[in-house]
Antibody, heavy 120, light 108 residues
Framework: QVQLVESGGGLVKPGGSLRLSCAASGFTFSDYYMSWIRQAPGKGLEWVSYISSSGSTIYYADSVKGRFTISRDNAKNSLYLQMNSLRAEDTAVYYC?????????????WGQGTLVTVSS | DIQMTQSPSSVSASVGDRVTITCRASQGISSWLAWYQQKPGKAPKLLIYAASSLQSGVPSRFSGSGSGTDFTLTISSLQPEDFATYYCQQANSFPFFTFGPGTKVDIK
């Protein structure tokens, strides 16, 4: 079945870096746009970044532009998020999500999430 | 940026009740709206897309309506497994998506 599994979260100091990974299975990964979406503890959902199926087109939310880098390896069925210059406000559960094939504006499914905590 | 609001922020309801949640966009978004359900400690799940299309596998008691700036999610007969938080998401400003703040449905 379709599955997304995130990893790489943890505790990091302000100004530090972290790389998240998302392993995809059960579908043809290279056919789908993918996204990272985050949720601060007890808060709502915030879209972070979006990458086209080939990786040639990338978008970021203003809140992470210049600090985060999304990438993918279609040969490894994997999505990544390199996070640099981390701030306390980046503390959140980070979800990877697959965009719909017919209209890449909706997200289904989502991974289980990985928690990133930025604190000294 | 398109801002999304939801009302109410929380609702207490009983099994069998009809529940309606409203989502409003700060500007017209046509039908580019989705609804998600999130249970505690779990990832969001897509329920409705394009304002009124039911995602495969989602029970028919869920329905969506609206266009432009005002949208509703209706649960026709609330079931025990429906107690969760519901989020709307606008996709008009693709791919700069924004979500509503959520509506928590809990047990009366």
């Amino acid at each position: 079945q379709v599955q997304l599994v995130e990893s790489g979260g943890g505790l990091v100091k302000p100004g530090g870096s972290l790389r998240l990974s998302c392993a995809a299975s059960g579908f043809t990964f290279s056919d789908y746009y993918m996204s990272w979406i985050r949720q601060a503890p007890g808060k709502g959902l915030e879209w972070v970044s979006y990458i086209s199926s080939s990786g040639s087109t990338i978008y970021y939310a203003d809140s992470v532009k210049g600090r985060f880098t999304i990438s993918r390896d279609n040969a490894k069925n994997s999505l990544y998020l390199q996070m640099n210059s981390l701030r306390a406000e980046d503390t959140a559960v980070y979800y990877c999500a697959r965009a719909s094939y017919s209209s890449p504006r909706w997200f289904d499914p989502w991974g289980q999430g990985t928690l990133v905590t930025v604190s000294s | 940026d398109i801002q999304m609001t939801q009302s109410p922020s929380s609702v207490s309801a009983s099994v069998g009740d009809r529940v309606t949640i409203t989502c409003r966009a700060s500007q017209g978004i046509s039908s580019w709206l989705a609804w998600y359900q999130q249970k505690p400690g779990k990832a969001p799940k897509l329920l409705i897309y394009a304002a009124s299309s039911l995602q495969s596998g989602v029970p028919s008691r869920f329905s969506g309506s609206g266009s432009g700036t005002d949208f509703t999610l209706t649960i026709s007969s609330l079931q025990p497994e429906d107690f969760a938080t519901y989020y709307c998401q606008q996709a008009n400003s693709f791919p700069f998506f924004t979500f509503g703040p959520g509506t928590k449905v809990d047990i009366k």
